[in-house]
């Protein structure tokens, strides 16, 4: 598949064509994704359904299967990834080739798609942030298990157990005051994402039993059969025209794959990779140590980063078609699994310092706070090292 790669340093470079299988040109490639993600969303709909859980499936009040139910544990979560996954693919498709598709229909549909998948991704979100706060609590203290991992009944998944770890690598003398505040901190922490991971599965359950995800559920189905390309005469349905109007356009699929191309490596040349070729970020810490809630402002161009290579991504799927995930370039696999880094490092630490700014908590949870929060971006630095690393690499393909 021809590929168009850039050096972040010179994004004025010539592009450079990788050798790959032919890239089909004609919309149908297009209508043909659509109906498998559609079909894709459907799947992982009527499988949640039969699942009988919430929109996790963890094992608490929430999560608890029916005894009626044979299907096992990790049907739930497998179901609500995929749910998330189609609707993901389909959102930001819409938004690289809206274009080629009917412009009413595919303004109402993308945003539907992105609050979908928004919504049902924060229960998890929550949940994988405790789990990450919690061990970062154990790895930095060196104590045994916290007291909020062994509640019972709770919402969240069980972070494993390290006691024997902790009685094999006891903790040195100079994380005696780490220890001392980080059971309370892992409490405080616990309650708080618990709470708010309770509060995302309420609103997942609203979302998906109201009036407008039935409404995109609906588009969905219509979609998985009949795609409404943008035609050039007469309204027509399916994919008859479609070749014609790809003739008759100068838009087309690879124009609008190397524009959204041309989006991320643009945003990637913005980028500090200087700095982030650097161990220490010093501005950074210093921007982390101060009492001001509002986010970091280095983070956000590399979520936005993160976002614009999501949909590359989903470009290339397009182009590739469905042999495009085992055909994938190598270098940005690893750039984006160190953009998700980044971002679930810059969210913890966001919940860290919202925990330490609670009224009245002891200085030593307080200082175990602080640390954990320290540390968190420090995790942001290493994800931007990782990033820039992989990103000034030769794109490989995968054989």
Same mark, same amino acid.
């Given at each position: 598949?021809?590929? &168009?790669?850039?050096?972040?340093?010179?994004?004025?470079?010539?592009?450079?064509?990788?050798?790959?299988?032919?890239?089909?040109?004609?919309?149908?490639?297009?209508?043909? !994704?659509?109906?498998?993600? $559609?079909?894709?969303?459907?799947?992982?709909?009527?499988?949640?359904?039969?699942?009988?859980?919430?929109?996790?499936?963890?094992?608490?009040?929430?999560?608890?299967? @029916?005894?009626? @139910?044979?299907?096992?544990?990790?049907?739930?979560?497998?179901?609500?990834?995929?749910?998330? @996954?189609?609707?993901? &693919?389909?959102?930001?498709?819409?938004?690289?080739?809206?274009?080629?598709?009917?412009?009413?229909?595919?303004?109402?549909?993308?945003?539907?798609?992105?609050?979908? =998948?928004?919504?049902?991704?924060?229960?998890?979100?929550?949940?994988?942030?405790?789990?990450?706060?919690?061990?970062?609590?154990?790895?930095? =203290?060196?104590?045994?298990?916290?007291?909020?991992?062994?509640?019972?009944?709770?919402?969240?998944?069980?972070?494993?157990?390290?006691?024997?770890?902790?009685?094999?690598?006891?903790?040195?003398?100079? &994380?005696?005051?780490?220890?001392?505040?980080?059971?309370?901190?892992?409490?405080?922490?616990?309650?708080?994402?618990?709470?708010?991971?309770? @509060?995302?599965?309420?609103?997942?359950?609203?979302?998906?039993?109201?009036?407008?995800?039935?409404?995109?559920?609906?588009?969905? *189905?219509?979609?998985?059969?009949?795609?409404?390309?943008?035609?050039?005469?007469?309204?027509? =349905?399916?994919?008859?025209?479609?070749?014609?109007?790809?003739? *008759?356009?100068?838009?087309?699929?690879?124009?609008?794959?190397?524009?959204?191309?041309?989006?991320?490596?643009?945003?990637?040349?913005?980028?500090?990779?200087?700095?982030?070729?650097?161990? !220490?970020?010093?501005?950074?810490?210093?921007?982390?140590?101060?009492?001001?809630?509002?986010?970091?402002?280095?983070? *956000?161009?590399?979520?936005?980063?993160?976002?614009?290579?999501?949909?590359?991504? !989903?470009?290339?799927?397009?182009?590739?078609?469905?042999?495009?995930?085992?055909?994938?370039?190598?270098?940005?696999? $690893?750039?984006?699994?160190?953009?998700?880094?980044?971002?679930?490092?810059?969210?913890?630490?966001?919940?860290?310092?919202?925990?330490?700014?609670?009224?009245?908590?002891?200085?030593?949870?307080? !200082?175990?706070?602080?640390?954990?929060?320290?540390?968190?971006?420090?995790?942001?630095?290493?994800?931007?090292?990782?990033?820039?690393? =992989?990103?000034?690499?030769?794109?490989?393909?995968?054989?």
């Amino acid at each position: 598949m021809a590929q &168009r790669h850039l050096d972040p340093t010179n994004p004025t470079a010539t592009a450079t064509a990788a050798a790959g299988p032919p890239v089909p040109a004609d919309p149908d490639a297009l209508a043909g !994704y659509l109906r498998a993600q $559609a079909t894709e969303f459907l799947r992982a709909l009527r499988q949640h359904r039969e699942s009988g859980t919430g929109t996790h499936g963890g094992n608490g009040a929430h999560g608890a299967r @029916r005894p009626d @139910r044979a299907a096992p544990g990790a049907a739930p979560v497998d179901a609500a990834r995929a749910l998330r @996954r189609a609707a993901r &693919r389909l959102s930001g498709t819409l938004h690289t080739f809206q274009p080629l598709l009917d412009a009413d229909w595919a303004e109402g549909m993308r945003p539907e798609l992105a609050w979908l =998948s928004g919504t049902l991704a924060m229960e998890h979100a929550y949940a994988s942030r405790l789990e990450r706060l919690l061990q970062a609590l154990h790895r930095l =203290s060196g104590s045994s298990a916290f007291p909020a991992q062994q509640t019972a009944g709770r919402a969240t998944d069980a972070v494993p157990a390290t006691d024997a770890v902790s009685a094999a690598h006891p903790a040195p003398p100079e &994380r005696g005051s780490l220890t001392v505040g980080a059971a309370k901190a892992g409490a405080l922490l616990d309650r708080q994402l618990t709470l708010a991971r309770t @509060r995302a599965h309420s609103t997942a359950l609203q979302a998906l039993g109201s009036s407008r995800f039935h409404a995109v559920a609906d588009k969905v *189905a219509l979609l998985a059969s009949e795609v409404p390309l943008r035609t050039t005469g007469p309204a027509t =349905s399916g994919t008859r025209t479609a070749a014609a109007n790809n003739a *008759a356009s100068p838009t087309g699929l690879r124009p609008l794959a190397a524009a959204a191309e041309n989006r991320l490596t643009d945003a990637v040349a913005a980028l500090p990779l200087v700095t982030a070729g650097s161990p !220490y970020n010093a501005e950074a810490l210093v921007h982390g140590l101060s009492p001001d809630p509002v986010a970091h402002p280095q983070d *956000a161009p590399w979520h936005q980063v993160r976002l614009l290579l999501r949909l590359h991504r !989903y470009a290339l799927e397009v182009l590739a078609g469905e042999e495009a995930e085992d055909s994938g370039d190598v270098r940005l696999l $690893a750039a984006g699994e160190a953009l998700n880094r980044h971002r679930d490092a810059a969210e913890a630490a966001a919940a860290a310092a919202q925990a330490a700014r609670t009224p009245r908590i002891a200085p030593a949870t307080a !200082y175990a706070l602080g640390v954990l929060h320290a540390d968190q971006r420090h995790e942001v630095e290493a994800a931007r090292y990782a990033f820039q690393h =992989s990103w000034r690499k030769e794109p490989i393909r995968l054989p």
